[in-house]
């Protein structure tokens, strides 16, 4: 299966033609995708080609072919996002609410919240920031801030 071999800089470098959806030269890829070299681009770009999901047009330009789903990633639009982010996002509305039953607890007289609701509240937030950070640290991975930053001009 193609999406097994789909990490490190040959993810990258599929997330960018994918992301820029439009034909792309070695050269383009190597500074959006932040790789070292164009012979690196070079090798990845054939991977992707004899996987199947990129192809050269007639001016030596690759192409998407085909977007695949990708092990731990979902795909929004033309970005590449770990689902860890949104598990994040599920922690963030339990813990949103879970705040909100407290102060709820310290305006309305007779609601109490009991101790054990203040671990849980804790264990919630904390299990919000390690889903967001380690989702931060692969959405930066495989998109890197070079072409996030020339992509927002």
């Known amino acids: 299966m193609a999406n097994d071999e789909l990490e490190g800089n ?3 470098v599929y997330a960018y033609v994918v992301h820029v959806a439009k034909p792309v030269g ?14 690196v681009t070079s090798r990845h770009l054939q991977k992707l080609e004899e996987m199947g999901l990129i192809e050269k047009n007639e001016y030596g330009d690759y192409i998407l072919k085909e977007k695949t789903s990708i092990n731990g990633h979902v795909w929004v639009g033309r970005n590449l996002v770990p689902r860890l982010m949104f598990y994040s996002f599920f922690f963030l509305g339990a813990f949103a609410t879970e705040i909100t039953i407290i102060l709820l607890s310290a305006l309305i007289r007779g609601f109490v919240v009991q101790i054990s609701f203040y671990l849980l509240t804790g264990m919630t937030g904390v299990a919000m920031a390690l889903f967001l950070v380690e989702g931060i ?7 890197p801030k070079e072409r996030q930053i020339r992509g927002n001009k």
Not at 137 to 143: E, I
């Open 10 to 12: 040959t993810l990258t």
């Open 26 to 39: 070695i050269r383009e890829v190597t500074r959006g995708a932040n790789i070292s070299s164009t012979s």
């Open 137 to 143: 640290f692969l959405y930066r991975k495989v998109n």
